[in-house]
Nanobody, 122 residues
Framework: QVQFVESGGGLVQPGGSLRLSCAAS????????MGWYRQAPGKQRELVAA???????NYADSVKGRFTIARGTPENTVYLQMNSLKPEDTAEYYC????????????????WGQGTQVTVSS
């Protein structure tokens, strides 16, 4: 049984920063490509950041230069550092597997975690 737990969201002013954390169990987390997804009300879920098992990263155009994805210690954690946040970044953020980091192709999902809410507002 694969389980994901996201944390670190909150309310932040435009231009501020947040660091999201993802922990997984039930899989050999470090051998899979992983990513951060987000979904805002009335919009499709989108993959915004991804990382391969050996550390290659890629990002959606909307967040390039502002977000950084990294694997942490212990090895069953993945982080998303978000800087220069904008109101349009407001969404529920989730972590899950990625099919192709190079092409930003989402994976086939067995389950989703509860997500963590990010709200960017004055």
């Amino acid at each position: 049984q694969v389980q994901f737990v996201e944390s670190g969201g909150g309310l932040v002013q435009p231009g501020g920063s947040l660091r999201l954390s993802c922990a997984a169990s039930g899989i050999y987390f470090s051998i899979y490509a992983m990513g951060w997804y987000r979904q805002a009300p009335g919009k499709q879920r989108e993959l915004v950041a991804a990382i391969t098992s050996n550390g290659f990263t890629n990002y959606a155009d909307s967040v390039k230069g502002r977000f950084t994805i990294a694997r942490g210690t212990p090895e069953n954690t993945v982080y998303l550092q978000m800087n220069s946040l904008k109101p349009e970044d407001t969404a529920e953020y989730y972590c899950n597997k990625v099919s192709s980091v190079a092409t930003m192709k989402p994976g086939a999902f067995a389950s989703w975690g509860q997500g963590t809410q990010v709200t960017v507002s004055s």
